[in-house]
T-cell receptor, first 114, second 106 residues
Framework: GALVYQYPRRTICKSGTSMRMECQAVGFQATSVAWYRQSPQKTFELIALSTVNSAIKYEQNFTQEKFPISHPNLSFSSMTVLNAYLEDRGLYLC??????????FGKGTRLTVV | GQQVQQSPTSLVLQEGENAELQCNFSTSLNSMQWFYQRPGGSLISVFYNPSGTKQSGRLTSTTVIKERRSSLHISSSQITDSGTYLCAINYNVLYFGSGTKLTVEP
């Protein structure tokens, strides 16, 4: 079956530092990877959509300068949270598409900023 | 982003009761999915439902694209059903509703 691994599961970083998280698709090739953030008491916010062979599209309020994404091949994507502050804390999830319309999710990376 | 409204926001049931969760969306779409979010945060896909009715055990999803709505019915609820249920519409990428927090009490 389709499996999506995210690493690390949990991380703590100091305010003003950066943190990189990874998303790995196992058993299938990811034609698209979408990164989401679920802040405390909030729903899932779409950060950006990365489609192979297309430019990464960022949603309003999220920028490449703050959340640079790398999608080097069909099974791997990474995103960095640069200069993290308190408002960046939350659960970061990657959703992986296969060209159909069903999307598979990893278990997320929970970011705490201290 | 696309508008996705879920209702109710929260729901408390006694074990054995049925639940009906609603999802309404403001635009035409490719498909939609229902997810269950565990207290720890991970998402589990419950239904991928482009249209029509699908059943899996005690769960039934009905999606009517033309009417821009979907529902998730949980029959004979159990304590382990507690958690947050999210619907998401696929408009080239998934957009999530704010979820329904379900609590099933003994």
């Amino acid at each position: 079956g389709a499996l999506v691994y995210q690493y690390p599961r949990r991380t703590i970083c100091k305010s003003g530092t950066s943190m990189r998280m990874e998303c790995q698709a196992v058993g299938f090739q990811a034609t698209s990877v979408a990164w989401y953030r679920q802040s405390p008491q909030k729903t899932f916010e779409l950060i950006a959509l990365s489609t192979v062979n297309s430019a990464i599209k960022y949603e309003q309020n999220f920028t490449q300068e703050k959340f640079p994404i790398s999608h080097p091949n069909l099974s791997f994507s990474s995103m960095t949270v640069l200069n993290a502050y308190l408002e960046d804390r939350g659960l970061y999830l990657c959703g992986v598409g296969t060209g159909g319309t069903e999307v598979f999710f990893g278990k997320g990376t929970r970011l705490t900023v201290v | 982003g696309q508008q996705v409204q879920q209702s109710p926001t929260s729901l408390v049931l006694q074990e054995g009761e049925n639940a009906e969760l609603q999802c309404n969306f403001s635009t035409s779409l490719n498909s939609m999915q229902w997810f269950y979010q565990r207290p720890g945060g991970s998402l589990i896909s419950v239904f991928y439902n482009p249209s029509g009715t699908k059943q899996s055990g005690r769960l039934t999803s009905t999606t009517v694209i033309k009417e821009r709505r979907s529902s998730l019915h949980i029959s004979s609820s159990q304590i382990t059903d507690s958690g947050t249920y999210l619907c998401a519409i696929n408009y080239n990428v998934l957009y999530f509703g704010s979820g329904t927090k379900l609590t099933v009490e003994p």
